[in-house]
């Protein structure tokens, strides 16, 4: 037993293999090295280590992806007739205005995270906007940029020299 060295070891961890000899070595093993105990099933296996098991393993961690996706497909959020009647409302009002609007798939994180709307009363859209400044690893959102806001207006707080944030400006 590699916890206590005194009696025989029986069991393996699938985790990180260490052997144990009973429940209460098992146990300790995993408060002193903070294992959980559960096989890590996208860990690589070299081709000469690979056997049956391993292949039957991979098999059914594939099924259980296919089944989770099949669950998500279902899922009632994705079907939501309210959803769907507003983003074909946006994509509409989009196309209206000449503005070649495309989106995530549901689920994606990026279209979670997505907070474009249209303003009937306004008759205008309010953009969610992600900055990339990618030469000093800088990113920043905005919320509910209105439409008639110029390229100029939006990146002013961020590279104006008079009117930005020095510390933002410097970044």
């Not at 049956?52 to 296919?66: A, P």
Request: glycine share 2%.
């Amino acid at each position: 037993c590699e916890t206590c060295s005194q009696e025989e070891a029986k069991y393996r961890c699938p985790r990180c293999m260490k052997y144990s000899c009973s429940l209460l070595c098992v146990k300790k093993h995993k408060l002193a090295l903070s294992c959980n105990g559960v096989r890590d099933k996208t860990a690589f296996i070299s081709v000469n280590e690979f056997t049956d098991l391993n292949l039957l393993s991979d098999y059914r961690f594939l099924e259980d992806v296919g089944r989770t996706a099949d669950a998500a497909a279902r899922h009632p959020t994705v079907h939501n007739p309210t959803t769907k009647k507003l983003l074909y409302s946006l994509r509409n009002k989009a196309r209206r205005c000449d503005i070649d609007l495309r989106t995530l798939p549901v689920g994606f994180t990026k279209r979670r995270e997505n907070s474009t709307t249209f303003n009937f009363m306004e008759k205008k859209f309010y953009w969610h906007l992600k900055l990339v400044f990618p030469h000093c690893h800088a990113e920043y959102t905005l919320k509910g940029v209105p439409d008639d806001k110029t390229l100029a207006d939006i990146l002013k707080p961020y590279i104006d020299p008079v009117e930005s944030d020095p510390v933002v400006c410097q970044r």
